[in-house]
Protein backbone atom coordinates (compact mmCIF):
# COMPACT_ATOMS: atom_id res chain seq x y z
CA UNK A 1 0.00 0.00 0.00
CA UNK A 2 2.84 2.28 -0.07
CA UNK A 3 1.72 5.34 2.11
CA UNK A 4 -1.63 5.19 0.45
CA UNK A 5 -3.96 4.85 3.27
CA UNK A 6 -7.19 3.18 1.11
CA UNK A 7 -7.00 1.45 -2.51
CA UNK A 8 -10.34 2.96 -2.93
CA UNK A 9 -12.00 5.83 -1.15
CA UNK A 10 -16.07 6.28 -1.87
CA UNK A 11 -17.25 9.65 -1.42
CA UNK A 12 -21.22 9.16 -0.65
CA UNK A 13 -22.76 6.43 0.48
CA UNK A 14 -26.13 6.15 -1.79
CA UNK A 15 -27.27 3.59 -3.96
CA UNK A 16 -24.28 4.32 -6.47
CA UNK A 17 -21.88 5.04 -3.18
CA UNK A 18 -22.20 2.17 -1.02
CA UNK A 19 -22.99 -0.86 -3.61
CA UNK A 20 -19.26 0.57 -5.00
CA UNK A 21 -17.60 0.36 -1.87
CA UNK A 22 -18.78 -3.12 -0.89
CA UNK A 23 -18.03 -4.37 -4.22
CA UNK A 24 -14.34 -3.07 -3.80
CA UNK A 25 -14.54 -4.92 -0.76
CA UNK A 26 -15.54 -8.14 -1.73
CA UNK A 27 -12.24 -7.53 -4.84
CA UNK A 28 -10.20 -7.27 -2.29
CA UNK A 29 -9.15 -3.98 -1.77
CA UNK A 30 -8.89 -1.70 1.63
CA UNK A 31 -11.65 0.36 1.11
CA UNK A 32 -13.74 3.67 2.88
CA UNK A 33 -16.68 5.50 2.35
CA UNK A 34 -17.01 9.01 3.35
CA UNK A 35 -20.52 10.32 4.07
CA UNK A 36 -21.81 13.14 5.77
CA UNK A 37 -25.33 12.36 6.37
CA UNK A 38 -25.91 10.99 9.89
CA UNK A 39 -27.33 7.51 8.52
CA UNK A 40 -25.92 5.80 5.33
CA UNK A 41 -27.77 5.23 1.94
CA UNK A 42 -27.81 8.68 0.86
CA UNK A 43 -30.65 10.31 -1.11
CA UNK A 44 -32.60 7.11 -2.01
CA UNK A 45 -32.99 5.39 1.50
CA UNK A 46 -33.23 8.47 3.21
CA UNK A 47 -35.26 10.58 1.60
CA UNK A 48 -36.25 9.23 -1.27
CA UNK A 49 -36.84 5.85 -2.89
CA UNK A 50 -37.98 4.17 -0.13
CA UNK A 51 -39.40 6.68 2.27
CA UNK A 52 -41.41 7.48 -1.23
CA UNK A 53 -43.18 4.29 -1.51
CA UNK A 54 -43.67 3.55 2.17
CA UNK A 55 -45.98 6.20 1.55
CA UNK A 56 -47.11 5.88 -1.45
CA UNK A 57 -48.22 2.07 -0.45
CA UNK A 58 -49.79 3.30 2.80
CA UNK A 59 -51.77 5.82 0.88
CA UNK A 60 -52.93 3.55 -1.35
CA UNK A 61 -54.39 1.17 1.08
CA UNK A 62 -56.02 3.91 2.83
CA UNK A 63 -57.68 5.24 -0.47
CA UNK A 64 -59.26 1.94 -0.77
CA UNK A 65 -60.75 1.67 2.03
CA UNK A 66 -62.04 5.08 2.11
CA UNK A 67 -62.90 5.29 -1.38
CA UNK A 68 -65.42 2.42 -0.82
CA UNK A 69 -63.59 0.30 -3.28
CA UNK A 70 -62.76 -2.10 -0.32
CA UNK A 71 -66.27 -2.56 0.12
CA UNK A 72 -67.35 -3.32 -3.39
CA UNK A 73 -64.77 -6.49 -2.33
CA UNK A 74 -67.08 -7.37 0.46
CA UNK A 75 -65.22 -5.29 3.15
CA UNK A 76 -66.81 -3.02 4.88
CA UNK A 77 -65.88 -0.90 7.96
CA UNK A 78 -65.31 2.78 8.23
CA UNK A 79 -61.58 3.91 8.07
CA UNK A 80 -59.64 7.05 9.73
CA UNK A 81 -56.64 8.12 8.60
CA UNK A 82 -53.78 8.05 11.51
CA UNK A 83 -50.97 10.14 9.70
CA UNK A 84 -49.00 9.88 12.46
CA UNK A 85 -48.79 6.07 12.29
CA UNK A 86 -47.88 6.61 8.89
CA UNK A 87 -45.30 8.54 9.15
CA UNK A 88 -43.64 6.29 12.06
CA UNK A 89 -44.01 3.17 9.22
CA UNK A 90 -42.02 5.49 7.25
CA UNK A 91 -39.53 6.02 9.42
CA UNK A 92 -39.20 2.63 10.30
CA UNK A 93 -38.40 1.86 6.84
CA UNK A 94 -35.43 4.39 6.47
CA UNK A 95 -34.19 3.06 9.69
CA UNK A 96 -34.40 -0.55 9.18
CA UNK A 97 -33.01 0.09 5.61
CA UNK A 98 -30.09 2.76 6.40
CA UNK A 99 -29.14 -0.05 9.27
CA UNK A 100 -28.67 -2.37 6.93
CA UNK A 101 -26.31 -0.84 5.14
CA UNK A 102 -24.27 -0.19 8.17
CA UNK A 103 -24.36 -3.95 8.89
CA UNK A 104 -23.03 -4.83 5.11
CA UNK A 105 -20.29 -1.74 5.53
CA UNK A 106 -18.78 -4.08 8.57
CA UNK A 107 -19.56 -7.35 7.73
CA UNK A 108 -17.14 -6.04 4.67
CA UNK A 109 -15.41 -4.11 6.49
CA UNK A 110 -15.90 -1.28 4.47
CA UNK A 111 -15.07 1.63 7.12
CA UNK A 112 -17.08 4.96 7.04
CA UNK A 113 -15.53 7.88 7.87
CA UNK A 114 -18.13 10.12 9.13
CA UNK A 115 -18.29 13.93 7.31
CA UNK A 116 -17.80 16.00 4.14
CA UNK A 117 -15.00 15.37 1.75
CA UNK A 118 -13.36 17.38 0.07
CA UNK A 119 -10.63 17.22 -2.53
CA UNK A 120 -6.87 18.50 -1.43
CA UNK A 121 -5.31 16.93 -4.01
CA UNK A 122 -6.00 14.26 -6.94
CA UNK A 123 -5.33 11.42 -4.50
CA UNK A 124 -6.14 13.11 -1.73
CA UNK A 125 -9.47 13.87 0.23
CA UNK A 126 -9.98 16.25 3.52
CA UNK A 127 -12.56 15.35 5.80
CA UNK A 128 -12.71 17.69 9.05
CA UNK A 129 -9.22 17.74 9.84
CA UNK A 130 -7.84 14.76 8.48
CA UNK A 131 -6.84 13.71 5.38
CA UNK A 132 -6.90 10.73 3.26
CA UNK A 133 -5.03 9.95 0.73
CA UNK A 134 -6.06 6.99 -1.52
CA UNK A 135 -5.45 5.00 -5.07
CA UNK A 136 -8.41 5.26 -6.46
CA UNK A 137 -11.32 8.18 -5.37
CA UNK A 138 -15.05 7.35 -6.60
CA UNK A 139 -17.29 10.33 -6.26
CA UNK A 140 -20.84 9.31 -5.74
CA UNK A 141 -21.98 12.69 -4.08
CA UNK A 142 -25.41 12.43 -5.80
CA UNK A 143 -28.06 15.18 -6.39
CA UNK A 144 -29.92 17.58 -4.38
CA UNK A 145 -33.21 19.57 -5.21
CA UNK A 146 -33.21 22.49 -8.55
CA UNK A 147 -34.16 25.44 -7.11
CA UNK A 148 -37.11 27.11 -8.41
CA UNK A 149 -35.52 31.00 -9.22
CA UNK A 150 -37.64 33.53 -7.17
CA UNK A 151 -39.54 30.20 -4.75
CA UNK A 152 -37.92 29.90 -1.38
CA UNK A 153 -38.18 26.27 -0.09
CA UNK A 154 -38.91 26.35 3.56
CA UNK A 155 -39.13 22.63 4.39
CA UNK A 156 -39.85 23.43 8.29
CA UNK A 157 -42.73 25.87 7.37
CA UNK A 158 -44.26 23.18 5.60
CA UNK A 159 -46.13 25.74 3.17
CA UNK A 160 -43.46 25.74 0.49
CA UNK A 161 -41.44 22.24 -0.18
CA UNK A 162 -39.14 20.00 -1.69
CA UNK A 163 -39.50 16.74 -1.92
CA UNK A 164 -38.34 16.01 1.58
CA UNK A 165 -40.64 18.75 3.48
CA UNK A 166 -43.45 17.10 1.13
CA UNK A 167 -42.56 13.53 2.76
CA UNK A 168 -42.77 14.71 6.19
CA UNK A 169 -46.37 16.69 6.53
CA UNK A 170 -47.58 16.88 9.65
CA UNK A 171 -51.56 17.32 8.07
CA UNK A 172 -53.48 16.41 4.82
CA UNK A 173 -53.24 19.68 3.49
CA UNK A 174 -56.72 21.47 1.43
CA UNK A 175 -54.68 22.09 -1.63
CA UNK A 176 -51.37 21.33 -2.68
CA UNK A 177 -49.87 22.71 -5.96
CA UNK A 178 -47.42 20.49 -7.24
CA UNK A 179 -44.88 22.78 -9.45
CA UNK A 180 -43.89 20.03 -12.05
CA UNK A 181 -45.76 17.01 -13.48
CA UNK A 182 -42.66 14.62 -13.21
CA UNK A 183 -42.13 11.77 -11.75
CA UNK A 184 -41.78 13.24 -7.94
CA UNK A 185 -44.66 15.66 -8.65
CA UNK A 186 -46.47 12.72 -9.34
CA UNK A 187 -45.54 10.36 -7.14
CA UNK A 188 -46.07 12.49 -4.04
CA UNK A 189 -48.77 14.22 -5.87
CA UNK A 190 -50.73 10.65 -5.69
CA UNK A 191 -49.68 10.67 -1.76
CA UNK A 192 -51.13 13.24 -0.60
CA UNK A 193 -54.17 13.32 -2.81
CA UNK A 194 -55.06 9.85 -1.61
CA UNK A 195 -54.90 11.13 1.68
CA UNK A 196 -57.54 13.45 0.73
CA UNK A 197 -55.75 17.04 -0.68
CA UNK A 198 -57.35 18.93 -3.72
CA UNK A 199 -54.24 18.16 -5.79
CA UNK A 200 -52.84 20.82 -9.17
CA UNK A 201 -49.82 19.68 -10.88
CA UNK A 202 -48.73 23.32 -12.86
CA UNK A 203 -46.31 21.68 -15.61
CA UNK A 204 -44.18 24.00 -18.04
CA UNK A 205 -44.59 22.07 -20.93
CA UNK A 206 -48.17 20.77 -22.27
CA UNK A 207 -47.62 17.13 -21.18
CA UNK A 208 -46.24 15.37 -18.53
CA UNK A 209 -43.65 13.07 -17.53
CA UNK A 210 -40.88 14.45 -20.35
CA UNK A 211 -38.81 11.37 -21.71
CA UNK A 212 -41.25 9.04 -21.96
CA UNK A 213 -43.38 7.57 -24.56
CA UNK A 214 -45.81 10.23 -25.93
CA UNK A 215 -48.78 7.55 -25.86
CA UNK A 216 -48.08 6.13 -22.29
CA UNK A 217 -47.74 9.90 -21.59
CA UNK A 218 -51.30 10.86 -22.54
CA UNK A 219 -52.72 7.62 -21.54
CA UNK A 220 -51.29 8.68 -17.66
CA UNK A 221 -52.35 12.18 -17.98
CA UNK A 222 -56.16 10.42 -18.56
CA UNK A 223 -55.37 8.00 -15.49
CA UNK A 224 -54.40 10.43 -12.89
CA UNK A 225 -57.14 12.85 -14.31
CA UNK A 226 -59.64 10.27 -13.59
CA UNK A 227 -58.20 9.89 -10.13
CA UNK A 228 -58.98 13.53 -9.39
CA UNK A 229 -55.38 15.30 -9.88
CA UNK A 230 -55.83 18.77 -12.10
CA UNK A 231 -53.56 19.51 -13.84
CA UNK A 232 -52.45 23.31 -15.44
CA UNK A 233 -50.13 22.36 -18.27
CA UNK A 234 -48.46 25.00 -20.58
CA UNK A 235 -48.33 27.39 -17.44
CA UNK A 236 -44.83 29.05 -15.88
CA UNK A 237 -44.82 29.48 -12.21
CA UNK A 238 -43.17 33.17 -11.87
CA UNK A 239 -43.32 33.56 -8.18
CA UNK A 240 -44.79 32.72 -4.88
CA UNK A 241 -45.26 34.66 -1.41
CA UNK A 242 -46.38 32.58 1.94
CA UNK A 243 -49.62 35.49 3.33
CA UNK A 244 -51.52 34.14 6.58
CA UNK A 245 -49.86 30.81 6.63
CA UNK A 246 -50.93 30.42 2.57
CA UNK A 247 -49.04 30.20 -0.31
CA UNK A 248 -49.61 32.20 -2.77
CA UNK A 249 -48.67 31.54 -6.33
CA UNK A 250 -48.26 33.53 -9.13
CA UNK A 251 -48.71 31.80 -12.43
CA UNK A 252 -48.93 32.44 -16.46
CA UNK A 253 -49.32 30.65 -19.48
CA UNK A 254 -45.54 29.23 -21.11
CA UNK A 255 -46.46 31.02 -23.95
CA UNK A 256 -46.66 34.16 -22.25
CA UNK A 257 -50.19 36.36 -20.89
CA UNK A 258 -52.35 36.61 -18.42
CA UNK A 259 -51.16 36.15 -14.39
CA UNK A 260 -52.76 34.23 -12.41
CA UNK A 261 -52.94 33.55 -8.65
CA UNK A 262 -53.51 30.44 -7.10
CA UNK A 263 -53.90 29.50 -3.25
CA UNK A 264 -52.84 26.80 -1.71
CA UNK A 265 -51.51 24.85 1.65
CA UNK A 266 -48.62 23.53 0.23
CA UNK A 267 -46.56 24.34 -2.84
CA UNK A 268 -44.17 21.24 -3.70
CA UNK A 269 -41.39 22.32 -5.47
CA UNK A 270 -40.23 19.26 -7.98
CA UNK A 271 -38.28 20.70 -11.25
CA UNK A 272 -35.93 18.49 -11.38
CA UNK A 273 -32.39 17.84 -9.58
CA UNK A 274 -28.77 18.74 -10.00
CA UNK A 275 -25.75 17.13 -9.47
CA UNK A 276 -24.01 17.82 -6.17
CA UNK A 277 -20.34 19.09 -6.26
CA UNK A 278 -20.56 22.37 -3.97
CA UNK A 279 -18.01 22.26 -1.65
CA UNK A 280 -15.92 18.96 -3.22
CA UNK A 281 -13.22 21.70 -4.30
CA UNK A 282 -13.15 19.81 -7.64
CA UNK A 283 -10.25 21.94 -8.85
CA UNK A 284 -8.04 20.88 -6.31
CA UNK A 285 -8.24 17.35 -8.14
CA UNK A 286 -7.85 18.34 -11.27
CA UNK A 287 -11.71 18.17 -12.58
CA UNK A 288 -14.36 20.30 -13.88
CA UNK A 289 -18.09 20.11 -14.17
CA UNK A 290 -19.99 20.26 -17.43
CA UNK A 291 -22.29 22.49 -18.68
CA UNK A 292 -24.78 20.89 -16.81
CA UNK A 293 -22.67 20.65 -13.28
CA UNK A 294 -21.68 16.95 -13.70
CA UNK A 295 -18.84 15.55 -13.83
CA UNK A 296 -18.00 13.38 -17.55
CA UNK A 297 -16.59 10.23 -17.49
CA UNK A 298 -15.73 7.72 -19.72
CA UNK A 299 -17.67 4.43 -20.44
CA UNK A 300 -15.39 2.72 -18.05
CA UNK A 301 -16.53 5.45 -15.49
CA UNK A 302 -13.26 7.50 -14.98
CA UNK A 303 -12.76 10.76 -15.34
CA UNK A 304 -10.46 12.64 -16.66
CA UNK A 305 -7.80 12.69 -14.38
CA UNK A 306 -6.42 8.91 -13.90
CA UNK A 307 -6.91 7.11 -10.41
CA UNK A 308 -10.71 9.52 -9.84
CA UNK A 309 -14.07 7.68 -11.07
CA UNK A 310 -17.43 9.24 -11.00
CA UNK A 311 -21.05 7.55 -10.80
CA UNK A 312 -24.54 7.71 -10.36
CA UNK A 313 -26.77 11.06 -10.50
CA UNK A 314 -23.47 13.11 -10.93
CA UNK A 315 -22.70 12.16 -13.83
CA UNK A 316 -24.60 11.99 -17.14
CA UNK A 317 -27.18 9.89 -17.81
CA UNK A 318 -31.03 9.23 -15.88
CA UNK A 319 -30.82 9.98 -12.08
CA UNK A 320 -31.89 6.56 -10.81
CA UNK A 321 -31.11 4.15 -7.56
CA UNK A 322 -30.76 0.98 -10.37
CA UNK A 323 -28.80 2.94 -12.57
CA UNK A 324 -26.52 4.27 -10.04
CA UNK A 325 -26.13 0.84 -8.21
CA UNK A 326 -25.34 -0.60 -11.61
CA UNK A 327 -22.42 1.81 -11.86
CA UNK A 328 -21.31 0.90 -8.00
CA UNK A 329 -20.15 -2.81 -9.03
CA UNK A 330 -19.28 -1.85 -12.69
CA UNK A 331 -17.11 0.87 -11.28
CA UNK A 332 -15.40 -1.45 -8.38
CA UNK A 333 -14.70 -3.82 -11.12
CA UNK A 334 -12.82 -2.00 -13.14
CA UNK A 335 -11.25 -0.73 -10.50
CA UNK A 336 -9.68 -4.20 -9.47
CA UNK A 337 -8.78 -4.93 -12.87
CA UNK A 338 -11.74 -6.50 -14.26
CA UNK A 339 -14.49 -5.75 -16.47
CA UNK A 340 -17.23 -3.85 -15.71
CA UNK A 341 -20.27 -2.72 -17.72
CA UNK A 342 -23.61 -0.90 -17.74
CA UNK A 343 -25.59 -1.01 -20.66
CA UNK A 344 -26.84 2.15 -20.79
CA UNK A 345 -29.25 1.77 -23.50
CA UNK A 346 -31.63 -0.62 -21.22
CA UNK A 347 -32.13 1.00 -18.17
CA UNK A 348 -35.58 0.25 -17.02
CA UNK A 349 -37.82 3.76 -15.44
CA UNK A 350 -40.53 3.23 -13.32
CA UNK A 351 -43.35 5.96 -11.91
CA UNK A 352 -44.60 4.16 -8.69
CA UNK A 353 -48.26 5.79 -8.85
CA UNK A 354 -51.36 3.40 -9.19
CA UNK A 355 -50.99 2.53 -11.74
CA UNK A 356 -47.24 2.29 -11.88
CA UNK A 357 -46.16 3.72 -15.68
CA UNK A 358 -42.74 1.63 -16.48
CA UNK A 359 -40.55 1.87 -19.47
CA UNK A 360 -37.32 0.18 -21.00
CA UNK A 361 -35.53 1.27 -24.58
CA UNK A 362 -36.69 3.81 -26.69
CA UNK A 363 -39.78 5.28 -26.97
CA UNK A 364 -42.01 4.92 -30.47
CA UNK A 365 -41.03 8.27 -31.35
CA UNK A 366 -37.41 7.67 -30.68
CA UNK A 367 -37.39 4.12 -32.74
CA UNK A 368 -39.72 5.66 -35.61
CA UNK A 369 -36.53 8.02 -35.99
CA UNK A 370 -34.13 4.65 -36.62
CA UNK A 371 -35.71 2.61 -38.89
CA UNK A 372 -38.97 1.07 -39.87
CA UNK A 373 -40.83 -0.74 -36.65
CA UNK A 374 -43.64 -3.08 -35.79
CA UNK A 375 -45.73 -2.22 -32.68
CA UNK A 376 -48.20 -4.39 -30.50
CA UNK A 377 -50.34 -3.35 -27.62
CA UNK A 378 -52.11 -4.95 -25.15
CA UNK A 379 -54.51 -3.24 -23.02
CA UNK A 380 -54.89 -4.37 -19.18
CA UNK A 381 -58.74 -4.28 -19.41
CA UNK A 382 -58.50 -7.33 -21.73
CA UNK A 383 -56.18 -9.28 -19.10
CA UNK A 384 -58.19 -11.78 -17.06
CA UNK A 385 -55.68 -11.32 -13.33
CA UNK A 386 -56.06 -7.27 -14.10
CA UNK A 387 -59.59 -7.38 -14.59
CA UNK A 388 -60.61 -9.71 -11.78
CA UNK A 389 -58.30 -7.03 -9.47
CA UNK A 390 -60.36 -4.32 -10.69
CA UNK A 391 -56.65 -3.07 -12.15
CA UNK A 392 -58.16 -2.76 -15.78
CA UNK A 393 -56.39 0.76 -16.71
CA UNK A 394 -53.79 0.83 -18.57
CA UNK A 395 -51.74 -0.73 -21.24
CA UNK A 396 -48.79 -3.05 -22.54
CA UNK A 397 -46.96 -1.59 -25.79
CA UNK A 398 -43.71 -3.39 -27.61
CA UNK A 399 -41.99 -1.73 -29.95
CA UNK A 400 -40.04 -4.16 -32.33
CA UNK A 401 -37.23 -3.44 -35.43
CA UNK A 402 -39.51 -4.44 -38.11
CA UNK A 403 -36.87 -6.40 -40.20
CA UNK A 404 -35.00 -7.99 -37.28
CA UNK A 405 -37.85 -8.04 -35.10
CA UNK A 406 -35.67 -7.22 -31.92
CA UNK A 407 -37.44 -5.78 -29.11
CA UNK A 408 -36.39 -2.09 -29.08
CA UNK A 409 -38.77 -0.77 -26.35
CA UNK A 410 -41.59 -1.74 -24.10
CA UNK A 411 -44.09 0.49 -22.45
CA UNK A 412 -46.29 -0.50 -19.84
CA UNK A 413 -49.24 1.47 -17.89
CA UNK A 414 -50.09 -1.48 -15.30
CA UNK A 415 -50.88 -1.92 -11.52
CA UNK A 416 -47.51 -4.45 -11.47
CA UNK A 417 -45.64 -2.19 -14.31
CA UNK A 418 -42.63 -2.21 -12.00
CA UNK A 419 -42.50 -5.64 -11.72
CA UNK A 420 -43.39 -6.59 -15.23
CA UNK A 421 -40.70 -4.02 -16.77
CA UNK A 422 -37.80 -6.34 -15.26
CA UNK A 423 -39.20 -9.16 -17.79
CA UNK A 424 -38.99 -6.95 -20.98
CA UNK A 425 -35.44 -5.36 -19.98
CA UNK A 426 -34.46 -8.84 -19.64
CA UNK A 427 -35.13 -10.05 -22.66
CA UNK A 428 -33.44 -6.97 -24.49
CA UNK A 429 -30.54 -7.40 -22.78
CA UNK A 430 -30.21 -11.12 -24.02
CA UNK A 431 -31.76 -9.44 -27.38
CA UNK A 432 -34.82 -11.12 -27.39
CA UNK A 433 -37.42 -10.38 -30.57
CA UNK A 434 -41.38 -10.04 -29.83
CA UNK A 435 -41.46 -13.57 -31.23
CA UNK A 436 -39.42 -14.88 -28.34
CA UNK A 437 -41.56 -13.29 -25.75
CA UNK A 438 -44.52 -13.89 -27.83
CA UNK A 439 -43.41 -17.95 -27.68
CA UNK A 440 -42.17 -17.35 -23.81
CA UNK A 441 -44.77 -19.50 -21.62
CA UNK A 442 -46.30 -16.89 -18.97
CA UNK A 443 -48.17 -18.24 -15.76
CA UNK A 444 -51.97 -17.83 -16.21
CA UNK A 445 -53.61 -15.43 -14.71
CA UNK A 446 -50.86 -13.13 -14.08
CA UNK A 447 -50.87 -9.31 -15.32
CA UNK A 448 -47.06 -10.72 -17.20
CA UNK A 449 -49.62 -12.07 -19.97
CA UNK A 450 -50.30 -8.55 -21.18
CA UNK A 451 -46.76 -8.18 -22.28
CA UNK A 452 -46.97 -11.58 -23.92
CA UNK A 453 -50.29 -10.55 -25.61
CA UNK A 454 -48.67 -7.78 -26.52
CA UNK A 455 -45.83 -9.03 -28.41
CA UNK A 456 -48.06 -11.46 -30.07
CA UNK A 457 -49.97 -8.27 -30.97
CA UNK A 458 -46.31 -7.44 -32.62
CA UNK A 459 -46.80 -10.58 -34.92
CA UNK A 460 -50.33 -9.72 -35.33
CA UNK A 461 -51.62 -12.48 -33.94
CA UNK A 462 -53.16 -11.69 -29.71
CA UNK A 463 -55.68 -13.97 -28.50
CA UNK A 464 -57.38 -12.03 -25.70
CA UNK A 465 -58.70 -8.67 -28.27
P1 LIG B 1 -27.34 9.86 -3.59
O1 LIG B 1 -28.32 8.81 -3.25
O2 LIG B 1 -27.84 11.25 -3.75
O3 LIG B 1 -26.24 9.80 -2.46
C1 LIG B 1 -25.18 10.70 -2.41
C2 LIG B 1 -24.71 10.80 -0.97
O4 LIG B 1 -23.49 11.52 -0.97
C3 LIG B 1 -25.65 11.57 -0.06
O5 LIG B 1 -25.98 10.80 1.06
C4 LIG B 1 -24.87 12.81 0.34
O6 LIG B 1 -25.10 13.17 1.70
C5 LIG B 1 -23.45 12.34 0.17
N1 LIG B 1 -22.51 13.43 -0.12
C6 LIG B 1 -22.61 14.39 -1.07
N2 LIG B 1 -21.52 15.16 -1.07
C7 LIG B 1 -20.71 14.69 -0.09
C8 LIG B 1 -19.44 15.08 0.39
N3 LIG B 1 -18.77 16.09 -0.15
N4 LIG B 1 -18.91 14.37 1.43
C9 LIG B 1 -19.59 13.33 1.98
N5 LIG B 1 -20.78 12.92 1.56
C10 LIG B 1 -21.34 13.59 0.52
N6 LIG B 1 -34.79 6.45 -8.00
C11 LIG B 1 -35.25 5.22 -8.35
O7 LIG B 1 -34.58 4.51 -9.09
N7 LIG B 1 -36.44 4.75 -7.86
C12 LIG B 1 -37.23 5.48 -7.07
O8 LIG B 1 -38.30 5.03 -6.65
C13 LIG B 1 -36.79 6.78 -6.70
N8 LIG B 1 -37.54 7.56 -5.91
C14 LIG B 1 -37.09 8.80 -5.55
C15 LIG B 1 -37.91 9.60 -4.76
C16 LIG B 1 -37.49 10.86 -4.38
C17 LIG B 1 -38.39 11.72 -3.51
C18 LIG B 1 -36.21 11.33 -4.79
C19 LIG B 1 -35.72 12.68 -4.36
C20 LIG B 1 -35.39 10.54 -5.59
C21 LIG B 1 -35.83 9.28 -5.99
N9 LIG B 1 -35.07 8.46 -6.82
C22 LIG B 1 -35.54 7.23 -7.20
C23 LIG B 1 -33.75 8.89 -7.32
C24 LIG B 1 -32.65 8.22 -6.49
O9 LIG B 1 -32.82 8.58 -5.14
C25 LIG B 1 -31.28 8.65 -6.97
O10 LIG B 1 -31.17 8.40 -8.37
C26 LIG B 1 -30.17 7.90 -6.25
O11 LIG B 1 -30.26 8.11 -4.86
C27 LIG B 1 -28.81 8.35 -6.75
O12 LIG B 1 -27.82 7.65 -6.05
P2 LIG B 1 -26.35 8.26 -5.85
O13 LIG B 1 -25.59 7.20 -5.13
O14 LIG B 1 -25.83 8.76 -7.12
O15 LIG B 1 -26.53 9.53 -4.92
P1 LIG C 1 -38.42 15.43 -13.44
O1 LIG C 1 -37.34 15.83 -14.34
O2 LIG C 1 -38.95 14.04 -13.47
O3 LIG C 1 -39.71 16.36 -13.69
C1 LIG C 1 -39.65 17.74 -13.57
C2 LIG C 1 -40.84 18.35 -14.29
O4 LIG C 1 -40.89 19.71 -13.97
C3 LIG C 1 -40.74 18.23 -15.80
O5 LIG C 1 -41.96 17.74 -16.30
C4 LIG C 1 -40.47 19.67 -16.25
O6 LIG C 1 -40.99 19.96 -17.53
C5 LIG C 1 -41.18 20.44 -15.16
N1 LIG C 1 -40.67 21.79 -14.95
C6 LIG C 1 -39.39 22.23 -15.00
N2 LIG C 1 -39.35 23.54 -14.70
C7 LIG C 1 -40.61 23.93 -14.45
C8 LIG C 1 -41.21 25.17 -14.09
N3 LIG C 1 -40.47 26.27 -13.90
N4 LIG C 1 -42.55 25.23 -13.92
C9 LIG C 1 -43.32 24.11 -14.10
N5 LIG C 1 -42.80 22.91 -14.45
C10 LIG C 1 -41.47 22.83 -14.62
O7 LIG C 1 -37.93 15.84 -11.97
P2 LIG C 1 -38.44 15.44 -10.54
O8 LIG C 1 -39.85 14.96 -10.58
O9 LIG C 1 -38.10 16.59 -9.67
O10 LIG C 1 -37.50 14.22 -10.17
C11 LIG C 1 -36.08 14.39 -10.13
C12 LIG C 1 -35.37 13.11 -10.43
O11 LIG C 1 -35.57 12.16 -9.41
C13 LIG C 1 -35.84 12.51 -11.72
O12 LIG C 1 -34.79 12.64 -12.64
C14 LIG C 1 -36.09 11.08 -11.43
O13 LIG C 1 -35.28 10.27 -12.23
C15 LIG C 1 -35.72 10.88 -9.97
N6 LIG C 1 -36.83 10.20 -9.34
C16 LIG C 1 -37.13 8.92 -9.72
C17 LIG C 1 -38.21 8.27 -9.21
C18 LIG C 1 -38.52 6.92 -9.70
O14 LIG C 1 -37.68 6.31 -10.33
N7 LIG C 1 -39.70 6.39 -9.43
C19 LIG C 1 -39.07 8.88 -8.20
C20 LIG C 1 -38.70 10.23 -7.89
C21 LIG C 1 -37.61 10.83 -8.44
Redesign the pocket.
Known sequence: MADYDFDVLV????????VAAIRAAQLGLKTAC????ET??????????I???AMLHASELFEEAASGKLAKLGIKGSVTLDLETMHAQRRDAVKGLTGGIEYLFKKNKVEWIK????FTGADTVA?GDKSYRARNIVI??????TPLPGITVDNDSQIIVD??GA?ELAKVPGHMIVIGGG??GL??GSVWKRLGAKVTVVEYLDMILPGMDSEIRKESLKVFKKQGIEFKLSTKVTGASVEGGKAMLSVEPSAGGDTEIIEADVVLVSIG?RP?TD??ALDKAGLAVNGRGQVEIDHDFSTSVPGIWA????VPGP??????EDE?IAVAENIAGLTGIVNHDIIP??V?TMPEIAGVGLTEEQAKERGEIKVGKFPMMANSRAKTNHEGDGMVKVIADAKTDRVLGVWIIASLGGTMIAQAAQAMEFGGTSEDIAYTCHAHPTHSEALKEAAMAVQGKPIHI
Open positions: IGSGPGGYIESRLGGTCLNVGCPSKGRGAVATGSSVSTLVIELRNGLIGDVMLAHKAGSVY
